[in-house]
T-cell receptor
């Protein structure tokens, strides 16, 4: 089935630093790819998505590009803020199994210091 | 903005006791998912419903876990008896349909088994 591997954390950055969180995937076909964010004590929120190769998803200053040739979907932000402190999950659908449930990476915890 | 509701938010129970979680999806969403998130890990699917029917419960420990969505709207997940290893966050998500539709997550229920 489909799978995803993401960079393990924790990642600690100073405010305004550049962020990259790596994510690579293994999949049948070309599924949509997602980044979800989980703030402390909360459920997951969709941060951005890309539905086909070379698509760039973006939201709140975060970007990720669907790279078919490297099977990657790395998350980037040019200048992080303290409010970006959260856990970030890369995900893709599990078409091989139950028709659409998501397969998540283990998550990368980001802490941004003022 | 419509949200997925879950209750309770927190639950502490002793092992061997029964526990139940409730989820109310966004109105009109036919697909409902229950995920379990162990601390430090990404969510993993327990069960997926399409309307009132189970479409995937392959990862549900059926000797102790049960799930229902009787009228195709809200859903209940039950554990009986609870074990120490069941301590986790239980997340409910809903979408308009399976595949190609965004999943919206509730805030989760944090279960602690003592």
């Amino acid at each position: 089935g489909n799978s995803v591997t993401q960079m393990e954390g924790p990642v600690t950055l100073s405010e305004e630093a550049f962020l990259t969180i790596n994510c690579t995937y293994t999949a049948t076909g070309y599924p949509s790819l997602f980044w979800y964010v989980q703030y402390p004590g909360e459920g997951l929120q969709l941060l951005l998505k890309a539905t086909k190769a070379d698509d760039k998803g973006s939201n709140k200053g975060f970007e990720a590009t669907y790279r078919k040739e490297t099977t990657s979907f790395h998350l980037e932000k040019g200048s992080v803020q303290v409010s970006d402190s959260a856990v970030y999950f890369c995900a893709l659908p599990n078409y091989g199994g139950s028709q659409g449930n998501l397969i998540f990476g283990k998550g990368t915890k980001l802490s941004v210091k003022p | 903005e419509a949200e997925v509701a879950q209750s309770p938010r927190y639950k502490i129970t002793e092992k061997s006791q029964a526990v139940a979680f409730w989820c109310d999806p966004i109105s009109g969403h036919a697909t409902l998912y229950w995920y379990r998130q162990i601390l430090g890990q990404g969510p993993e699917l327990l069960v997926q419903f399409q309307d009132e029917s189970v479409v995937d419960d392959s990862q549900l420990p059926k000797d102790r876990f049960s799930a229902e969505r009787l009228k195709g709207v809200d859903s209940t997940l039950k554990i009986q008896p609870a074990e120490l290893g069941d301590s986790a966050m239980y997340l409910c998500a809903s979408s308009l349909g399976a595949i190609y539709y965004e999943q919206y997550f509730g805030p989760g229920t944090r279960l602690t088994v003592t």
